[in-house]
């Protein structure tokens, strides 16, 4: 898919402060630094448009792009960053939840995961409260350049078994890094021939 056109719309700090649900959406979620805004970036070309830090917990709000005036793109904030004060933890857990599971145009959500790391408990616990509620979701394992291939293969692996134990069909998985713009093209491709199962409300 080509990215002819990308452009921030909006920050919300509640669900009904997003963009009116009347065009396809994909979001992206996934622990605190894990590397969301940077993929956003990958994708669409463009290394300004969502903010990057290498300090953890740089997103709070969501953000919308619109992409070639036909879809959404959605950077959630991440979680599980320890220096969160409970209160601000249990904002993000009410934003988020009521986004993911009441958000009318909602595609797909691409759960990121560190590929440094074997299955951590907060990556599970969130995956499974997707799983249970039929959220659709894809799994992407960010900061490939910082693995070899093969203990990147036994992460995916670790992943595959564990979630295989409760799930019958094991989510689309894909592999990303932006130092070597890796993924970009299967993701986009993933985007394209899904969005045309849009329905609008
Ligand atoms: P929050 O908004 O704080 O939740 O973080 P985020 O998930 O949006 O992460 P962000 O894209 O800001 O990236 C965090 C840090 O990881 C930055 O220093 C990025 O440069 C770095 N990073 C992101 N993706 C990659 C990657 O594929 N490879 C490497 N080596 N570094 C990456
Ligand atoms: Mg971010």
């Known amino acids: 898919m080509i990215i002819n056109t990308a452009s921030f719309v909006k920050s919300s700090a509640r669900l009904s402060q997003c963009p009116e649900p009347e065009m396809p959406e994909y979001a992206f979620i996934g622990r605190s630094n894990v590397g969301k805004s940077s993929l956003i970036n990958m994708l669409t070309g463009r290394t300004k448009l969502a903010k990057t830090s290498s300090t953890p917990g740089k997103t709070q709000t969501i953000n919308h ?31 988020i939840h009521n986004y993911i599971l009441k958000r009318e ?64 069909e094991l989510p689309p998985m894909f592999i990303s890094s932006t130092e070597e713009k890796r993924g970009r093209e299967e993701i986009l491709a993933y985007i394209e021939k899904t969005l045309r199962y849009f329905e609008k409300a």
């Open 65 to 95: 792009f619109l992409i070639n005036d036909s879809w959404y793109l959605a950077d959630l904030p991440g979680y599980g960053y320890a220096k969160v004060s409970k209160k601000m933890r249990a904002e993000w857990k009410q934003l």
């Open 105 to 168: 145009n909602l595609m797909n959500l691409f759960v990121l995961i560190d590929s440094r790391h074997k299955p951590l408990e907060s990556d599970l616990e969130f995956i499974h409260f997707l799983g249970t509620n039929h959220v659709p979701l894809s799994l992407v394992f960010t900061k490939s350049d910082k693995r070899k291939n093969n203990s990147l293969k036994v992460v995916l692996e670790s992943y595959e078994n564990v979630l295989g134990e409760s799930w019958e």
